[in-house]
Structure formats: structure tokens, C-alpha cells
């Protein structure tokens, strides 16, 4: 994507800075589906300036919402317009958050009031919560000794000089409340009020980092430029993994934060298994844990962070995608950590794409904003190449660990064997491991125990209801799942079809039918799964720590484990199959298959012992995979962008989806014609459609979808205002607009 491709018809709106006061008129957005913002009176006595937030009537209720620019409508008589509630005194949005929500929904089509439902979801946050009592050691009144149970005396001995909630104390002193409470009667505790949303510690600036390498402080240094200069410039940091990129962005950090005692700065991760240890290690560098953001923070602790950053305390947040939208005051660097991982798409709600959005809101509000990949996407090095953003390079691990050593298992020679799926050398490379007491980590990208269960007697295959996807046995649970809908349901004993009792066979591996086969080969190995099926963070935490630590010899895990973790006693990988996410339609399978099985193999070898890995595959000689066992990684990306230019795909050309769906098919059918009986002559622009989605129903509702394929220089968002706004949409179809899409299914 290639900001200063802004359309004309696009400009920065002018925020008026002087308040509005009482009785004049604003625009308020409220964070609905609204593409527009609607105008209102102020009340008696209140100023309002653009980005205020507000309370105020809207249908039968009263909504919080934001103050808006732009004009209001002076020809509609003001006995006609209903009056805000309420001016609250939550701080305000800054004019590059405002000009953000407008550049994103303008970009992605969808609407603005969406667009800062992201930003206001964290409602509780605008109004400051009601303070918590806390407890701290008190004096006991003389003469009236309080008489010692061993109760009392856990909670005075967990208690002490910092408050603590009543709740806190009693759970640390394995007590009830009320033992807490009675302390606090008789004086030995004393109450004390807390705040419960307490501010993140200020980042100490003073502390040092690492001592670069030569390589990190070039590297460093052009980083550093960029952020006295107060310019925007977007730079990726492409180095292998365990270069030291972390290192270097954090260099940045610091010097965003030194130079402007109120900048913010966001550091964007794609998976929330990672943020634990990663705050630690931001926290070890700059004193203080940094604020939080993803989905799995308890809401007490979203909104403590969101209130934060509102009020410009939270200087350093560390986030998943949508830390995009907390309502910044003055944000002055974005770091976009494994910048190609495709984690950063949201595909639910508003479609946008993280990083993309990133460049965008540096490039708008003119700050510099940060890559770091060891496998970057096309589409950012084709930017590098075209001298849009520019590149540092870390030429090798630090601390000269090597990198592991890869080759090919050809599964057609070398077997895996009947109803097995680890390969004789696979086998081999796992017991050398055990014999020296290393590990080994097993990958394979499918959950579950099987992903598609089949009657032998019919041969028909277990699909979730009104859905045509697959239900992937989980033998743990002894359930199917449908890891598209969520649709679970028992194990059935008879096939649905035609009743043959036992004759559901599973087929294929999943995690949990790899595990079956180590359990059965290496007795006295300590085995451990992992996938996005360990439920809650806290047990893939442990997993990961126990991993770690030396405690497991074979970890057996989808891609959770790709990501970021450095277990340094782990000195082979085994991807059990390579081949998996090669084939399908999708435009990025080759470049995500590289980038997803060089981080995976990249997690071998990562201190003083030397790496392996071994690819299962029955496709030696396909592209992606030669060039991992080469280390191409530039020649293979050389012959992905020869075929994309070819095709017109992106980078080199723009793309867009329009998704139709409904329950009605027939409503459905109509409502596609429609579209492409509307479809407006461009040239440089062309529709592909309608053409039944991949994955034809889903949760009930069949869908259809177009493809829009454009040249990099057209104005796909104009295109598609013009021709979608030709069709008038019945109330049973839904249409979604996805600008860039990654998924196709
Ligand atoms: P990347 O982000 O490229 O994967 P990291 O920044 O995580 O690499 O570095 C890999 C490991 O090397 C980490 O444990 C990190 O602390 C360490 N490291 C990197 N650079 C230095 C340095 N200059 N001095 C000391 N340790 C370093």
C-alpha cells in the first residue's frame, strides 16, 4: 500500500481548534455503523471543542459519542436539533487520532462511526471509576490488645506499607474477607482510598541497552535520525531471527520518548502469547512494565490501559492490531514487530490491515514508523526497492550463534509408513536429540487429531451444520470441531449418513495424532503439545516456560510456537508436513509458507549448540522450499514478485473483495447479478465474479464473491463507491468490502 497514493477528493479537514460554547451547533459521530456525523446544540453553559468526547440523545437513547468536524447545517432550524446530555471531561481526541478514523474508513470503506467504535471500546473508560479501599498496616489503639489468631496474623504479615484491596489480602493470606475487615475494625489495619486504574511507571531513560554490535548501531544510528528529525520515513529492519532486531527498535524507542517528554510510542506484536515475556523485556530495558493491549487483558485492566493512554501517562504500550486505535495524545513512533505476519489482518468488523494502517497514520500525522522481519512480505520489499521505505540490514545472529541447518525429507523415498507420519530420519534426528538431552520441537500446522473425519462405508465426510466446512476430530475432548464456525458437537458413535456404527474413520494428522505417534515410539520422553487449543494464556505460558526450562524433550505444536521464542537448550525441528499450505488459490501461499516454516525452523539453535531441521515433503523440488534449504530467501522473493508482476497482483497491482451473503439464495443470486449487471466501464480496472466463495456456506448463509483487480495508480475505493452505490441492497444480503484482501475463502 502506498500512502501518498491518497485520493485527491481526500484532504486532511481542518480542526478548529477554539471550543465551540453554548448553543452553537456541532457534529457528533457516534461509534454505529454511520458514515456521517449528526448535528447538535451544546447545552447551556458547556464548550466543546472537536474531539470532545459526549453524551447525547440519539434514537430512544442517549450514546456516548465524539465531536466531530465539518460544518453543521445552519438552514435546519435549531428548534429541529436535540441538545447534547452531556459534555464529559474524559480527555479529548487528538486531531491525528480524528484524522486517522477518517483516513481508515475512507481507506477500508467502511463506516467512520466503526472505525471509532475501535477507538471508544473500552467505553468504561471515559468516566473515571469509583475508587477502591485499600488496606496498609494501621496502629492499634493502646490498651485494647487484639487478640492473635493465626488468621489475623497471615493477613498483618502479607500486609503492609503499599494498599491493597481487601480481596487482594485475603487471597494472599488464604483468609476470608472478613477477617480483613475486622482488622480493619479494630485498628490494626487502616483504610486507605486507591486508585484502580494506577498510573504505568514513567520509562527510565537513563538505563542502558546492550552494547550494540557494529551492525545494530548503523542500523541504530539511521533510526535514530529519523526521529530527530521529526520526518516521516518508514524503515524495515531485515534481519534473521536472533539478529538482535528487538535490540535495535528498542534503541528507537528510547529515542522517541527522550526527545519529547509527552510522546507516546506503540510497539505492535502479532501474538498475544508473546506479550508476557516481551514486557519483561521492555520492562528490564526501560525500568517499568509498558501498558498492555490485547483481547485476553480482563476488562478492569483494558480499561486502565485505555485511560492511560488517554490521558497521556501510558508513554509506552506494547500491542496486538487493534493497540492502532487506543486514543494516543501524542503518538510519535510505531514499531510493527514481524511485520509480514499475517496476524495483523483483522478480517472481522472493520477489515483493515495493521501495518498497513501503521504507515498510513506515520506518514499522515509525520512520524517514523518502524519494521522488523526476518522474512518480510513482498510487498514491504518491493516498497524498499521502489525507495519508498528504506532498509537496515543485521547480517547475522548475535553473538555469532549459526543458523540451522535445513534439507528435505523426500516422503516418497523415505515413508513415514502406514497410519504413521514421522519419517525414519525424522525419527533418527529426534533420538540423537534425546541421547544428548536436547530438545525437539515437531511442527505441524493443524489442530486436533485429524482434520477430516470420513465413513468408510459411504464415504461421507462429517461437515458442520449448514456449513461446508470440514469437523476436525479432537480426540482429547473426544469431540468434532469446526474451526471455522466453532460449531462442536460429541463424537458420534454411527455415521449420520448411513448409520454404519464405528465406521467414522479419522483421517489425516493433526497435532494430537503426531503426539499418539512420539507417545507410542519414546515412552520415556516428556511429550507436550501446543496449539491455540491450550486453553487460556496462563497454560501456554506454562507450556512455553517448561520449554524454556529443559522440561519437555519433544514439544509437538502448530504455529503458536513459530513465533518470537527462543528455548535454548532446542537444537532440531521436524515439520511434518511442508507441503501444507502450498496448494489452494490463495496468492500468498509460497511467501507464507517460507516466512512460516523460516521462523519455525529458525527456533532451533538459537545459543552455542547448532541448529537442525528436516522438512517432510513429497514436493522436493518446489521453489519455496529449495530456497529454504539454500537460504534464497532474496532469489525466491526475486521469483515471486516476476510472477505477481505478471499477473498484475499485488504488490503490483491493487485488489479488493466484495463479499455477498445471505440466507435466500435465490435473493442471493439476484442481488449478484445486480452487482455485476452494474459494474462500472474503468480502465486499468477489472471485476472477476460472481463466483460461489470457497467455502460456500457458512453459519447458514451462502456467499458469493467478487474480486476487483486494479493498477497500482487507480482509485479502487472510488471505483467501488461508484459501482456498489448503483445497487440498491435488500435487507437480507449482506455485503462486506474487503480492500486488500488476504483470506479468499
Ligand atoms: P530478533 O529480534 O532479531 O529476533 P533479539 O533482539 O531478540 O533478535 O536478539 C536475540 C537475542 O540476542 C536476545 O536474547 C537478545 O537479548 C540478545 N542480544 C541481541 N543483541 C544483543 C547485544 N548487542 N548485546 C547482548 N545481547 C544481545
Given amino acids: 500500500m502506498t500512502v501518498s ?20 451547533r456541532v457534529k457528533v459521530l457516534f461509534p454505529l455503523p454511520l458514515f456521517k456525523a449528526y448535528d447538535y446544540l451544546l447545552p447551556p453553559g458547556a464548550t466543546a471543542r472537536v474531539g470532545a468526547f459526549v453524551k447525547a440523545p440519539f434514537g430512544p437513547r442517549e450514546v456516548f459519542g465524539v465531536v466531530w468536524h465539518g460544518l453543521p447545517d445552519e438552514a435546519v432550524p435549531a428548534a429541529k436539533l436535540k441538545t447534547i446530555a452531556e459534555v464529559l471531561s474524559a480527555p479529548p481526541l487528538s486531531a491525528d487520532l480524528i484524522d486517522f478514523i477518517d483516513w481508515t474508513a475512507h481507506y477500508t470503506m467502511f463506516p467512520a462511526g466503526s472505525v471509532l467504535r475501535m477507538v471508544m471500546r473500552s467505553g468504561d473508560g471515559l468516566a473515571a471509576p469509583a475508587r477502591q479501599t485499600g488496606y496498609v498496616l494501621g496502629a492499634p489503639p493502646e490498651g485494647a490488645p487484639i487478640r492473635m489468631t493465626p488468621q489475623r496474623q497471615a493477613v498483618l504479615d502479607a500486609a503492609g506499607a503499599e494498599p491493597k484491596s481487601a480481596s487482594a489480602l485475603a487471597a494472599e493470606a488464604g483468609v476470608s474477607d472478613a477477617v480483613v475487615r475486622g482488622l480493619a475494625k479494630l485498628g490494626a489495619l487502616a483504610r486507605v482510598e486507591i486508585d484502580p486504574d494506577p498510573p ?35 524503515t ?17 524507542v528510547a529515542a522517541a520518548l527522550a526527545r519529547d517528554a509527552l510522546a507516546q510510542v506503540v510497539i505492535l506484536i502479532p501474538e498475544i502469547a508473546l506479550t508476557l515475556p516481551f514486557l519483561k523485556r521492555v520492562a528490564k530495558r526501560f525500568g517499568g512494565e509498558p501498558a498492555p493491549w490485547h483481547s485476553e487483558l480482563t476488562s478492569a485492566a483494558r480499561r486502565r490501559t485505555w485511560r492511560r493512554v488517554a490521558d497521556g501517562s501510558a508513554r509506552l504500550v506494547v500491542g496486538a492490531r487493534s493497540a492502532l486505535f487506543l486514543p494516543f495524545q501524542k503518538l510519535k513512533l510505531i514499531i510493527v514487530d514481524e511485520e509480514h505476519d499475517g496476524a495483523y489482518k483483522q478480517g472481522d468488523g472493520v477489515i483493515y490491515h495493521a501495518r498497513d494502517l501503521a504507515v498510513a497514520r506515520g506518514a499522515r500525522a509525520h512520524f517514523p514508523v518502524v519494521l522488523a522481519s526476518a522474512t518480510p512480505s513482498l510487498e514491504t520489499v518491493v516498497n524498499v526497492d521502489e525507495g519508498r521505505y528504506e532498509a537496515v540490514g543485521l547480517a547475522a545472529r548475535h553473538a555469532g550463534a549459526a543458523m540451522p541447518d535445513i534439507a528435505l525429507v523426500d516422503m516418497r523415498s523415505t515413508p513415514a509408513g502406514p497410519g504413521r507420519w514421522l519419517s525414519p530420519p525424522l525419527v533418527e534426528a529426534v533420538n540423537v536429540r534425546l541421547s544428548v538431552d536436547e530438545q525437539s520441537l515437531l511442527f505441524l500446522n493443524r489442530r486436533g487429531y485429524a482434520p477430516l473425519t470420513l465413513c468408510r462405508r459411504c464415504g461421507h465426510k462429517m461437515t458442520a451444520p449448514n456449513s461446508d466446512t470440514m469437523l476436525v476430530e479432537h480426540r482429547f475432548e473426544n469431540r468434532l470441531v469446526c474451526h471455522h464456525t466453532g460449531f462442536s458437537m460429541p463424537k458420534p458413535k454411527a455415521c449420520p449418513a448411513c448409520n454404519a456404527v464405528d465406521g467414522l474413520a479419522p483421517c489425516g494428522p493433526g497435532v494430537e495424532r503426531v503426539a499418539e505417534e512420539a507417545r507410542a515410539r519414546w515412552p520415556q520422553a516428556t511429550i507436550a503439545i501446543l496449539s491455540s487449543d491450550t486453553a487460556g494464556a496462563r497454560a501456554m505460558r506454562e507450556i512455553l516456560d517448561a520449554m524454556y526450562d529443559g522440561a519437555i524433550d519433544i514439544l509437538i505444536a502448530t504455529q503458536v510456537v513459530a513465533k518470537g521464542h527462543h528455548f535454548p537448550n532446542l537444537t532440531f525441528v521436524g515439520v511434518v508436513d511442508a507441503d501444507l499450505g502450498l496448494s489452494g488459490g490463495d496468492l500468498r501461499a509460497a511467501e507464507r509458507t517460507y516466512q512460516l516454516l523460516s521462523q519455525v525452523t529458525g527456533r532451533a539453535g538459537r545459543e552455542a549448540k547448532p541448529g537442525r531441521a528436516l522438512l517432510q515433503t513429497y514436493q522436493t523440488k518446489a521453489p519455496v522450499l529449495t530456497a529454504l534449504v539454500s537460504g534464497a530467501r532474496d532469489e525466491f522473493l526475486a521469483a515471486e514478485a516476476v510472477s505477481r508482476r505478471g499477473l498484475g497482483f499485488p504488490p503490483y497491482g491493487r485488489l479488493a473483495a466484495i463479499i455477498l451473503r445471505g440466507q435466500d439464495e435465490r435473493a442471493l443470486q439476484a442481488c449478484a447479478q445486480a452487482h455485476r449487471a452494474a459494474i462500472p466501464a474503468a480502465d486499468g480496472i477489472e471485476v472477476w465474479g460472481p463466483a460461489p466463495a470457497p467455502i460456500y456456506r457458512l453459519r447458514g448463509e451462502a456467499r458469493i464473491r467478487f474480486l476487483v483487480k486494479a493498477q497500482r495508480n487507480m482509485d479502487i475505493q472510488r471505483f467501488i463507491k461508484a459501482w456498489i452505490g448503483r445497487v440498491k441492497m435488500k435487507a437480507a444480503i449482506r455485503r462486506v468490502v474487503d480492500i486488500d484482501p488476504y483470506s479468499f475463502l
Wanted: charged share 30%; hydrophobic share 30%.
Fill in 200 to 234: 504505568f511507571a514513567e520509562p527510565d531513560l537513563t538505563r542502558p541497552g546492550h552494547d550494540l554490535s557494529e551492525d545494530q548501531q548503523f542500523a541504530a544510528e539511521q533510526l535514530r535520525r529519523h526521529i530527530e528529525n521529526g520526518q516521516h520515513a518508514t
Fill in 236 to 252: 524495515l529492519i531485515d534481519g534473521v531471527t536472533g539478529s538482535g532486531k528487538t535490540e535495535v527498535y528498542l534503541e528507537a
Fill in 5 to 24: 497514493k491518497t485520493p485527491e477528493d481526500f484532504s486532511r479537514l481542518p480542526l478548529g481548534d477554539a471550543p465551540a460554547g453554548a448553543g452553537e
